[in-house]
């Protein structure tokens, strides 16, 4: 396992659409492990691949670690099946845009189909802060950051602010 570097915004590999993965071996196991190692290393909650420069459909989560409680969830060319129609709105940080949390609005609960390192297929329901980050983590997949969660003109405006921030 290793530290990976993560890409922060605007890198254009972070709004690329990424490709499913045809076969699961021993490279998406080693970088499943890197990032555990990188998400846990950054103080995250969630990390998709892009976010280490891999454009492939994987991404990991763990709602529960900072609570106590590791939960570890690696989702391997995940899908959103369904979502549910109520919604909320939580402050939601992310590691490529670092010190930088935006409120967003997402879909409470989400029902979701994924592989797991061997291959195997889980379908499960998620809501709270799993609904929450396994959302986020697909988004990248998509070549979304948060930023694209806003209208074009509030993105912009966002997106300035978080620019004069680095500076």
């Known amino acids: 396992m290793s530290l990976r570097e993560i890409l922060h915004w605007p890198d254009p590999r972070l709004a690329e659409i990424c490709d499913a993965v045809p076969e ?4 998406i196991a080693a970088l499943v492990a890197d990032m555990f190692e990188t998400m846990y290393d950054a103080n995250g909650r969630g990390l998709a691949a892009p976010q280490v420069g891999e454009l492939v459909r994987v991404f990991v989560m763990d709602a529960g670690w900072k609570e106590g409680t590791k939960t570890p969830i690696a989702m391997i060319n995940p899908q959103i099946l369904t979502s ?3 919604s909320v709105e939580i402050e939601e940080g992310c590691l490529s845009i670092p010190d ?3 409120t967003v609005r997402r879909p409470a609960r ?4 994924w592989q797991d390192l061997q291959g195997a297929p889980h379908q499960a329901w998620l809501d709270g802060a799993e609904a929450r980050i396994a959302q986020h983590e697909h988004a990248h997949l998509l070549g979304r950051v948060i930023f694209d969660e806003f209208a074009p003109e509030e993105a912009g405006r966002l997106q300035a602010r ?3 921030r680095r500076t």
Do not use: C, T
């Open 84 to 86: 549910s129609d109520d």
């Open 110 to 113: 989400v029902k979701m189909l």
């Open 24 to 27: 699961i071996g021993a490279h």
């Open 100 to 102: 930088f949390p935006l």
């Open 162 to 164: 978080y620019l004069e």
